[in-house]
C-alpha cells in the first residue's frame, strides 16, 4: 500500500510528537510513524527508579504543561508515558503504530519512506527516532572473555534483579551515577569512570542545564569559543538519589580499568576485581539507519546540519539527537523552539 502526504514523521517519542504539535499549527498534512506499540517512546524502556532533572513545568512539550505529580518534586518515568499519551490525545496527533521505518529514498521531487506496513511518499521527513535504540558498548579488551552478565543502561531495570551479586557500573555521567547509586545498597558495588566524577552543585538541576545549553548554542553561533555556563554539561546532576549515596560514602569511584577478563575487571597495576555483572553506562549514539539510502551521514554518524535541517539534503530535518540539532534537543523542555523551527521551515519550503 502506497500513501502521500506532505510530511512524515519518524518517531513518536516526545520529539516526534513536538513536531506533530506545530506541523499540526502550520495546517501542514502529516503522519507520525512509531516503532513503539504504545505512547511513551523511550521513556516506557528506562530503570524502574529514574525521575526527571527538573520539576514538571520545566518539563513539558509545547502547548500543554507537564502537571505535577502528586508527591513527586521531580516526576518518575511513568508520569512521563503518561504525559506524553495524553498529549498525543489532546492534540489528535495522527500516530501510526507499531509501524518500523525500514528506509527512506529519494523519489523525484519527493521522499519515500519504506516501512514493514507499506510505503509513504512524502514532501519532507522529520527523523525524530532519537539515541535509545542504539546503545554504545566501548572496545575494551577483553569484554567477549568475561563470562559474567553485561548490560548497557537500556537493559537495567531494578537493583533487585542484582542483588547479593559484585555489580562494575562503568560511565562517569549521569546515567552511571544514577544507576550506581541505585545499586550502592543492595549489590557489593564498584563504579568506574574515567575521571572523578564532579558533581554539579545541588540545588542546580534541569532548568538551570538548559538555559546553559542555550546560551552556549548562541555562544558558538556566533563565533565564541568561551562559552560560559553554569558548568560542563557533562557533569552530574545531583538528584536526591544520587547525593543520598554520595553523602553516604556510598559513591566512590575507581578509575577506568585497563580490560576484562573471564572473572572481572583488572587494572594496569594488576589490581582486580571480581564481578558477576557489569553494566555499561556508556551512551549512544543517533538512530539513524534508515536515513542510510540517503548517503548523508559523516563523522560520528551525525548527518550536517544547518539548525534541523540537512545541510544536502533540504527536505530533511533531523530532531531530538542531540545539541548537533538545537539546543537541548534531546530534553522534554529543549525540543520544543527546535521542533518549531523545523516546522516553520517546512512549511517555507512546500510553499514555495
Known sequence: MTQHTDVVVIGGGQAGLAAGYHLRRRGLDFVVLDAQATPGGAWQHVWASLHLFSPAAFSSLPGRFMPPQPGEEYPDAGHVVTYLSDYEKRYELPVQRPVRVLGVHEDGRLLRVETDSGTWHARAVISATGTWWRPFLPAVPGRGDFEGRQLHT?????????????????????????????????????????????????????????????????????????????????????????????????????????????????????????????????GFRPALSHLAPLGLRGGRGHITTVGTRAADEPRLHLLGYGDWTGPASATLIGVGRPARDAAREIAGLLDA
Open 154 to 282: 537500556v537493559s537495567y531495570r531494578r537493583p533487585q534483579d542484582l542483588a547479593g551479586r559484585r555489580v562494575i557500573v562503568v560511565g562517569g555521567g549521569n546515567s552511571g551515577a544514577q544507576i550506581a547509586a541505585d545499586l550502592a545498597y543492595d549489590t557489593e558495588l564498584t563504579w568506574v569512570t574515567q575521571r572523578p566524577p564532579r558533581y554539579l552543585a545541588d540545588d542546580i538541576d534541569g532548568r538551570a542545564l538548559f538555559d546553559a545549553a542555550t546560551a552556549r548554542r548562541r555562544a558558538l553561533d556566533a563565533g565564541r569559543t568561551d562559552t560560559g555556563g553554569v558548568a560542563s554539561l557533562g557533569d552530574i546532576v545531583a538528584v536526591p538519589p544520587v547525593r543520598e549515596a554520595r553523602d553516604a560514602g556510598r559513591l566512590k569511584a575507581s578509575p577506568m580499568f585497563e580490560r576484562l577478563d573471564r572473572e572481572g575487571a583488572v587494572w594496569a597495576d594488576g589490581t582486580r576485581a571480581p564481578a558477576d555483572a557489569v553494566i555499561w553506562c556508556a
